[in-house]
């Protein structure tokens, strides 16, 4: 059997397989078709199955990481939706954080609701917040606002009422007189979909869910019926922001679950690959032609927040404060994103000082060298010009690059006005590039109390190895691992990617009143209902486990931490060593802990995982003797002084064992990896690059 | 153009790092604070001096505190004498006089040393839910400083790295919400411990004289581009005039005025002709004058700029001593910032002839406070509750002024409803937007919003707001918004309050806050009927006020504009 997985991103869209029984990995790689992506879809499926001479009968299941979600919400592809909400609070949406998305800008635009406000309603009801009912639901009221949004031929409805994230009796009705009154119309609850408090992050949450549901729904629906077409009618799987697969039919329930479903399969993969290698702590490193995302794995688990907009922007110096965009309250694997990709743009601002991004010249018209009527520098541009990205091998020879036209894009734009020759002004763009970056990798490890010596850092997209070993030199992380092909190293991750579901509910304790038992029967009825999930779902119960963790925070604070719980029932004694784990998580995140002060738990958590069987990683014949360029040019390298004699390694050629001195390059279809002076890389077993200073 | 010791490569890697190094300031001050003021609502900011105490950079989440930390800081630092401050030492202050801002908020500022050597300071100030005084919350209609809560001079708050126990239990003494302020100094010191970390990190990656000449040269480059800035703008002299409402004691709405001149060298704020300061809290202090032109001007400039002493160059802001604009001791300054953000709607007032397509119609531009507490009867813990609200924004050249949203320097996030209900002992009735309340326009202005606040026990509650007596201005042939309205609602029977005002709520009693509209900007005949009708069938404006003020007839049922009525309505031919 074989198992298929696509990732589809702006550009390109990914496909690789693996042969259960061989572990070996074909790839393909086909332009993305923004108007209907089910048709990149389809050819990179039936492409890689012709090229592995596979049959749609042969295939396991398909697992798809997409942008859809995030899209429709984006460019406003959003169905007309209704959202019913408490008396009083019609304008939840409306009035949002009250905040201005930008700090000097009188020109500001607020970003408009999903829901405008005539399809904002009320029903007669409300819960005080210990879910006490201070008006009993008034079902004349929910029929009511049901005859409104029939008048509007609504397609999808968000329901969010005040405090249902402690009793959703009242959602629960109020889904139940909707679904009577409007058939067909699918309804979203804000306490299945986020059940946590505050109540504009809630609706928010829903509303997306709601606004998108039909144009997921339709777009899996179609997926699938192409799939039938072609043969493969096994289970397709949908990769969900958290880092977990769910069934195709729960993501068309949920899809706000999977609206940073991309990103995710990057973070997953080098957790995957650490797993297998047995690095347990790793910084990954996702560079491509626009941005740049690092995330952090500690213990084999990526890091996860809640704390996320959908098409925002956040502001220099802000402190992340999301100001814009759509909030979003489900989990989401924790990136530090920032506009550094080869794509960037470098420029001279007004004082004379050399820039580089945030603007991206994109995939049109893309860097200078590219050829496709771009003008300003980049930093591939000035990779090109520092010679580390082979002119006649870019993405296998299928691009020419301009290394003339990058050159002197950046002479004029940048080298003249800053008085430079052209090759500084090349080095600086990287470096600045590489400076950016450093402070995101600081962001996400050391921010949140980490040291980035502790990790390994995982480098891929197409442009991250070639900027990886200066990061690791400029954090001082020991250890680098490229792994193999790396331009679709995320696409990899979905082949092996557990299912998931993550669910919590709101228990809000002072810990010395905390009663071990309401815990334990918390977790225990959170693991039964998600095994009954996933068990619908064809995973046998003996491969289903279960992550408990509680939020907690200090009595007053308003933030949480999330505490990982231990494996076994929920005692005295786990609750009592809780406190000590809460004052240490707290100390370590940020830098003081205030043992005499009363702390208190606000939510369970507990996420139920089904395993997917790992497929063993396919050996790499070793090498038997010295390892040979194909050939040598001149790289540039600032620490040793200029352009030395560089050789240039073919990765196919490579074997397990083989070890390679820097400065050296390394080059292969989807992407170029440079190896500083200083370094040494040796070809593990499996193929992958593991870079030491030497 | 003139170039220095430093590379620029190496100049903007590290100008990077000290953005970050702020950025990580704001984060950790915000996540781990505890009062919702801090945490949810962001109010605070942070930055990062020099050695002799300028501004290098700054991690802003609420603009007002630009032009305020650069006046307090230093002199904080000077009164205590850098000598006496050692490695590990934090200097908190509150001090309004001669330089600070009003009580709430406080600032720690800590040394950054390299070898025994200072190479710089951190910073970061925020506004604390309570610091003692007349009222919870410590807002109120006070006549003087003194009643307005603890008044802190530089002091040391820790010293070698340990907190000074004796002034952490004096100043917490004076203080209402003991728990959450003693978390929020604690993630105050946490916050500035976690900066001073990054910059030693960074003198000891890049050497300390690179950091040096970093520093030096990023203050020139910044007058450089703000020099550039300044040469775009319209050279002139412009004046306003505009008025706080109500002092709280008095029928004299408090005059302000501006003269604002563009020349080539800078831009001169002159605040002759504000009123004399009053024993009421309508007192801004130099600090505060200085942060709104500072604002002002922030606002007509490349949003890239950065914000450091190179900017504030620029800037020359005469206050008369005694005024409104400029107050002495012991005047009250807790009303300060609601006069701050006035003195911005009165300068964009001024510019806006000169330039119409970048400024808007007169916007909420008051700060409009809820504060509330009392003695929590079971566990005997005194609770304080402070929030500010959004409310119309002005109409601009191109669009209309967004509904419900914070003004000028303030950028503070809502109490979310859920949270609020918690935490304090009230029930919040209604948030909605005030229907009917823009200000008409061709570009309309945006509407206020209404919260309501419902208590089932005696409280003690104050307004400290404005805009009751004149809605936000029209620009260019717009009208007002409609005026705020702070209203006590007991038995059925609605009352008004005055806008700066102190009460003892009974159990029953309601407070409804229903902020100002903003001013729209141009006429009102003249905006397209498809927005007009938009407004109509969302409900934000009714079909009266479209068909009497915007002479838009509106048909609700076919959902369209009734085009010949409106023909007929607007005169047409």
Redesign the interface.
Known sequence: MIRLAIDIGGTFTDATLIDEETGEVSIAKVLSTPFDPSVGFMSAAERILSEAGARGADVRFVVHATTVATNAIIEGNVARSGFVTTD?????L??G????P?????????LPPLV???RALTVVERL??AGEV?TPLDDGSVREAAATLRAHDVESVAVCL??A?VDPAHEQRVGEILAEELPGVPISLSSDVAPE?????RASTTVINAAIRPVVGRYLESIERRLADAGVTSELLVMQSSGGVYSSSAAARNPVLMVESGPAAGVIAAANLGEALGYRDILSFDMGGTTAKVGLIQDGAPSVTKDYSVGSHTS??????A?SGHPVRTPVIDLVEIGAGGGSVAWV????????GPRSAGAEPGPVCYRRGGTEPTVTDANVVLGRLNPTYFLGGEIGLDVEGARSAIEERCAQ????DVI?AA??IV??AN??MV?AL??IS??RGYDPRDFVLVAFGGAGPVHANALARDTEMPTLLVPTSPGVFSATGLLGTDLKRDASVTL?RRLDELDPREVEDTLAALEATGAAELEREGMPRDRVAFVRRLDMR??????ELTIPLDDGPFDRVQADELLDRFHAE?DR????S?PS?PAECVSVRVTTVGRIERIALLELGRTSGETLPKERRPVHFAEAGGFVDCPIYDRYALRAGARLDGPAVVEELDSTVVVHPGYTVDVDPYGNLIMRRA | ?S?TSID??T???I???F??A???????????????NI??R?DFSCAFFDADLRAV?????Q?VHLGSMVEQVPRAIRDYGPGNIGPGDVIVTNEPYPSGVHLNDITLVSPVHTDGEVVGYVANLAHHVDVGGGAPASIGAFREVFQEGVIIPPVKIVEGGAIVDDVFRLLLAQIRSK??TA?DL??Q??AN??GVRRLQALVARRGREAILATMAELLG??E??AR??LAALPRGTFEAEGQVDTDGYTDQPVRLRAKVTIGADGVTFDMAGCDPQRRAPVNSTYAQTFSACA?AL??LV???LPVNDGFYRLLRVDAPLGTVANCTWPAPVVGGWETQTRLVDVI?RALLPALPD???AGTKAMMCHAGFGGVDPVTGAYTCFLET??GG?GG?A??DG?????AHGQ????A????T???YPV?V?????VEDSDGPGRHRGGLG?RK?FAFDRPTTFTVLADRTKEGPWGALGGLPGARARFVLVRGGVERDLDPKSTVDLEAGDVVSFRTCGGGGYGPPGERDPERVLRDV????VSAERARDVYRVAVDVDARAVDERATAALRGAP
């Open positions: 009083g609070f019609r304008d939840l409306e009035i954080r009250q905040t201005r930008s700090l000097y800008d009188t020109r500001f635009e607020k405008p406000r005539d005080g917040p201070l005040l405090h994230y408090f505050r109540e504009y992050l220099a110096g802000g402190g992340g404060q100001l601002d007004s004082g004379g000082m050399l820039r580089v006005p800053l008085g430079l500084e080095n600086g470096e600045i400076a950016a402070n600081h962001l050391v921010q809000l200090y009595v007053g604070q308003s933030y707290h995140t940020y830098g003081f205030a002060e | 153009m170039r620029p490569i100049f903007e890697v100008r990077n790092a953005v970050a702020t950025e990580e300031m704001v984060l950790s001050l915000r996540r781990s604070a505890y009062s919702t945490k949810t962001a950079a700054q991690g802003f989440t603009p728990h959450e978390g604690r993630a010191v946490a411990a976690t480059y910044t450089r581009r550039a800035e604002y922030k606002c490349d949003p890239d964009f970048r400024l808007p609200f959004g924004y601009r191109a669009s967004p509904d419900a949203v914070q950028n503070t996030e809502n979310p409803v859920e949270e209900e918690r935490g029930r009735d209604r948030l909605a937007l919003l309501d069938l969302e409900g934000k």
